[in-house]
């Protein structure tokens, strides 16, 4: 520990700090801890599937819990399926439908999911599945004519995000589900919310979805938690072994205290939401729009207005390698994440900053700023007058190497 | 996201990183040599001023494409090889280098590396171009360094052809 303490020491501690890694970790508003104490101090702390009155109480709770926390999905709790987040939903989704569907033998995902889903598809190719990834255009939107061209009488399942976690392109989800249920109504369609949930307006029952995964941690809620949507009349098994309890999915006991923290930042994200969302867009634009004009030699990465989640500031700082921006970041109290490859032996970029056609020293300067309700004008303006010198000094270091 | 790797930079890497020394071309270097790839976001750049008679090296600078912890290698190297002899400076190893950054993260082993194959270049580069004399000392086959900088070109040759990018 005393290392890491020195580190930090000479580090420094900024007298501004501003948190918009959002995408890699959050705090929970204190609202959203209330919510979740008295399920570990007091109540709704028995195994609800246990036959006592504890258990009872639990179980009521727990329903009680779940019906709040599906109320803006516009869907029945039942079809709600708590898992432990939205790797294992992703999981969930691939490799649970293929488990529970063994005769079609081919699935379509988009070359810019997430990597729970890439790499699940990946373990699905060993046992002998057909993986096909639909490719991308440059702002990150999926190419329907591909997919069209993709299914066929084989194809299980074809999964595509709603929004993309690192580059906030939206995809036309709507599209995609009219397309492949034309071409084949067996095929399911699976699509990962999470990284649109709370930041757009989402119909699950008007979208006729088969699957859908969501996440507590990216609505500003405790982590280990997420749910998997599951129209009703859908085939899909747990991948883990246990005893299941109420929840049919992922066995073991409900974690009432995070089931309820889930519900409460639920309540709380979706309360005045279009007020909410039109805020997040304004700061956003500032955000993305102030880097890309005060600091020359600046990409964006990822869709623009409408196609862009409102949350989402990517940009990519020529001559500037990702790993050092965040730590250069760091010193002044801006905590950010990078598409860099830096910290892999693989050497390779953010697969998603590949399939949008960026060249590698493009992607390595790439700065991923995932922005919440809780950040303000002020932390704007102060990673507005913060970013040019963090970027002109690793610039000067970077100097005449030519990339 | 791959920005995640587990803090454990020493504070003389964050000191270098900060206030890197040596920092810069230097216009009239004797040699200068390149080692890395902008595929693998990874490339460092040194440039030597050597007093020819005594083969000393009396001026270094470096540049660095590269994550922290390249940069403060980058920085390390220039100031271990100060006021050295060519010899003394090719027999420096990645891990003499990681011993006076006080330890590098495992994971950015291939810096000390990458930072001893570009010197060890510019060293070659030095006798075989402009001396056109080879000392005894200088192996004529290529270091484990060096042929890790080349390995890691390499590698990112073929990475980018299979991805279908241009480096």
């Known amino acids: 520990m005393k290392k890491v303490d020195g580190l930090l020491e000479e580090h420094g501690r900024s007298k501004i700090e501003v948190y918009v890694d959002w995408e890699n970790g959050n705090y929970v508003p204190k609202e959203v801890f209330e919510a979740m104490k008295p399920f570990y101090l007091e109540k709704g702390f028995a195994n609800p599937a246990i036959t006592h009155r504890l258990g009872w109480e639990t179980y009521e709770l727990y329903v009680e819990t779940k019906e709040k926390l599906v109320q803006p999905l516009n869907i029945s709790p ?26 079609r033998k081919k699935i379509i995902t988009s070359s810019v999911e997430h990597l729970s889903i890439i790499h699940s598809s990946r373990y699905m190719k060993s046992q002998g599945y057909k993986i096909e990834e639909i490719p991308v255009y440059s702002n990150g939107t999926i190419d329907l004519d591909s997919l069209q061209n993709m299914i066929d009488e084989e194809t299980l399942l074809v999964s595509v995000q709603l929004a993309n976690h690192e580059i906030g392109s939206i995809q036309p989800l709507r599209e995609v589900i009219e397309i492949v249920k034309d071409k084949n109504k067996e095929t399911l369609v699976h699509s990962d919310m999470s990284a649109a949930f709370g930041r757009m307006k989402i119909n699950l029952n008007e979208l006729e979805i088969d699957l859908a995964t969501f996440d507590s941690s990216r609505v500003l809620g405790p982590k280990g938690i997420g749910g998997l949507y599951v129209k009703e009349g859908v085939h899909v098994k747990p991948l883990l072994e246990g005893q299941l309890s109420v929840e049919t999915l992922s066995p073991g006991v409900e974690i009432m205290p995070l089931i309820a923290g889930f519900a409460k930042t639920i309540e709380l994200e979706f309360e005045n939401f279009d007020e909410k969302i039109k805020n997040l867009i304004n700061l956003r634009n500032k955000l993305l729009y102030g880097l890309y004009t005060t600091i020359p030699k600046t990409l ?22 990702g790993e050092a921006l965040t730590v250069e970041c760091s010193m002044n109290g801006i905590y950010t994440s990078s598409g860099s490859a830096c910290s892999s032996r693989i050497l390779m970029p953010s697969h998603i900053l590949t399939a949008i056609g960026r060249r590698p020293e493009e992607a390595h300067g790439s700065l991923l700023m995932k922005l919440s309700r809780l950040n303000t004008e002020e932390q704007i303006k102060y990673i507005l007058e913060t970013m040019p010198k963090v970027v002109s000094r690793l610039r000067k270091i970077t100097g005449s190497i030519e990339l | 996201m791959s920005s995640r790797i587990p803090l454990p930079y020493s504070q003389r890497v964050i000191e270098l990183f900060k206030n890197p020394v040596n920092l810069g071309k230097m216009e009239d270097a ?85 930072a001893v194959g570009a010197l060890q270049r510019a060293i070659r580069r030095y006798y075989t171009t402009i001396k056109k004399e080879i000392p005894e000392w200088l192996p004529n086959e290529y270091t484990k360094d060096e042929k890790h900088a080349m390995e890691e070109e390499e590698l990112a040759k073929k990475l980018a052809k299979k991805y279908n990018l241009s480096v």
């Open chain 1, 78 to 103: 039942q079809d709600f399926y708590i898992t432990h987040g939205l790797t294992e939903s992703n999981n969930i989704a691939i490799r649970g439908v293929a488990k529970a569907n063994k005769k």
């Open chain 1, 300 to 321: 964006i990465n990822g869709a623009e207005g409408e196609k862009r989640i409102a949350d989402n500031v990517n940009l990519s700082f020529l001559g500037c390698e």
């Open chain 2, 30 to 114: 004797t040699v200068f040599a390149q080692a890395g790839s902008p595929a693998c976001g990874d490339m460092i750049a040194f440039y030597l001023k050597i007093d020819e008679k005594n083969e000393k090296i009396v001026k270094s600078s470096f540049e660095s494409f590269g994550c922290a912890s390249n940069i403060a290698t980058a920085s390390e190297v220039t100031i271990m090889i100060q006021n050295k002899t060519l010899q003394e400076v090719w027999n420096i190893s990645w891990k003499d280098v990681s011993k006076a950054l006080g330890g590098l993260p495992k994971i950015k082993n291939h810096c000390g590396t990458l």
